[in-house]
């Protein structure tokens, strides 16, 4: 959400909330490490005004969202919308946690033609993995036809360009909610969060 559309919802409750309040508010909330936005990846695939430059704002820690809403497993369940998107929360905490140790570091990808990766994984060496975060079994093709239609257009690209190529991605990782992890024919990896600790 855009900082003058958050502000709005607060001007709901807390009438006469200024800009520079809330951008008070925001910067205590990243001191104390309730916040963690995540930057936006820019690779020189499309034109800038195409591809989404804003920060992703996260939650450090997906359970502050629960408690936030009173949400119950109950609850959760009968609002799988609201479910998607806490899981993605949870997936970039594991991301971020467990690969800290290889200088990782997370950013996405989102142009305005709705090709997205929830996430992408960067490490020190300049290896990357593209990261679709889809809680249901249903949702895995369509994460999976995101992830290589950006690979697709990294490939074109470099074919048109002489002096500056891109890196393709070395990964194109489904997250799921699922018990079983596997590799499709296709090259993207299935993984179940869970998976992220052994």
Known sequence: AKKTSMLADVSEEMEGTSMPTFDDYVGALEKLF?????????????????IRTGKKRCFADPSIAVASLGASPESLELDLNTFGFIFECLC???????????????SYYHDRFGLEADAVLHLDDGRYALIECKLGSREIEDGAKHLLEIK???????????QIRLREPDLLIVLTGGEMAYTREDGV????????RD
């Open 152 to 162: 697709q257009l990294v490939a074109e690209k470099n074919k048109t360009e002489k």
């Open 92 to 106: 970039f905490r594991d991301l971020k946690v467990y690969s800290q140790a290889l200088g990782g570091r997370l």
């Open 189 to 196: 990896k299935i993984i179940p969060v869970g998976c992220l």
């Open 34 to 50: 309730v916040i963690d936005d995540i930057e936006a990846w820019s690779p020189a695939i499309r034109s800038k005004t195409v």
